[in-house]
């Protein structure tokens, strides 16, 4: 990334994500304080994915910053569904866990979705599950899948105004691009959700007053598609530490853009491990 770009473009997410971690550390605390222990998330993790346990073991550190318990379920691979829901379930009647969260990606030829089912709503701290999911949709209460419920905090933070915009969400992930477009028409956005086989991508973009990019495609959106003015949020994260767009043609056109790394990363295990505290406190009723 070129480091002469103007500052004020840039949507820098670790900050924000220190703040939303700082609150989360007095959620722990007032659990500690009324239980004498702390909460506990516990993660899922099949196979030996060398990006997978990098990735748990960042959620571990942001678990110690915060005075929470991380436990971590490895199992190998050949894990069968049968196998995966059954630890589950354990962890569902385990009252000191607060949390519980299934790694991706999951392993064939396990079943992601029935491994997904096995997490109460309660404990389904990264809105995996299809009740967690329906409740985005209708604009419920739930704890809404982390990286778009991360995006829309960042999006609070520099005051994007959503009402009315038209809005391009690129992937139809049901973890991110669905949630994401669910969460952007409820704040009364006009969304288009794009995905592999949508035709004149470039035009649809073009005529976006908000971009999320979630395709996990280095640098796919072109500079030249981007809006004047529009605001870019890059989802994506790919070798190299690049993210779905071209950044530095893209912050030629664009108000504002996330930057890779930095941007929208921080802010998903931030809000996952908020989710966390936010559950302990909803399970054990503490005001």
């Not at 991380?70 to 630890?87: A, C, H, R």
Request: net charge negative; glycine share 10%; hydrophobic share 45%.
């Amino acid at each position: 990334m070129n480091g002469e770009w103007p500052a004020d473009k840039l949507m820098r997410g670790t900050a924000l994500a220190r703040r939303v971690l700082e609150g989360a550390r007095a959620k722990v605390e007032k659990v500690r304080a009324a239980t004498g222990v702390a909460p506990v998330l516990a993660t899922v993790l099949v196979g030996d994915d060398p990006a997978s346990a990098a990735y748990v073991r960042m959620k571990r550190k942001r678990c110690d910053d915060v005075g929470m318990k991380s436990l971590v379920i490895d199992m190998p691979q050949g894990t069968t569904t049968e196998q995966i829901v059954g630890e589950i379930e354990i962890l569902a009647a385990d009252d000191a866990v607060c949390g519980i969260l299934v790694q991706h990606p999951v392993p064939a030829p396990i079943d992601r979705r029935a491994a997904f089912e096995a997490i109460p709503l309660a404990k389904d701290v990264d809105g995996v599950s299809s009740a967690a999911m329906g409740r985005v949709v209708l604009g419920m209460p739930a704890y809404v899948p982390c990286t778009p419920a991360g995006i829309v905090r960042l999006l609070d933070e520099y005051a994007v105004v959503l009402d009315g915009a038209h809005a391009a969400v690129l992937g139809r992930s049901p973890i991110l691009g669905r949630p994401m477009a669910s969460m952007l028409i409820n704040r009364h956005a006009t969304v288009t959700l794009c995905h592999s086989r949508t035709r004149n991508l470039a035009e649809i973009v073009a005529g976006s007053d908000v971009l999320i990019a979630a395709v996990g495609r280095p640098r796919f959106v072109q500079g030249g598609w981007i809006k004047p003015g529009a605001i870019v949020i890059d989802a994506g994260y790919n070798e190299g530490n690049v993210g779905d767009v071209d950044f530095d043609a893209a912050i030629e056109r664009a108000s504002l853009i996330t930057p890779v790394p930095g941007g929208v990363g921080p802010m998903t295990i931030a809000t996952l491990i908020d989710h966390a505290a936010d559950a302990a406190i909803a399970q054990l009723d503490i005001s």
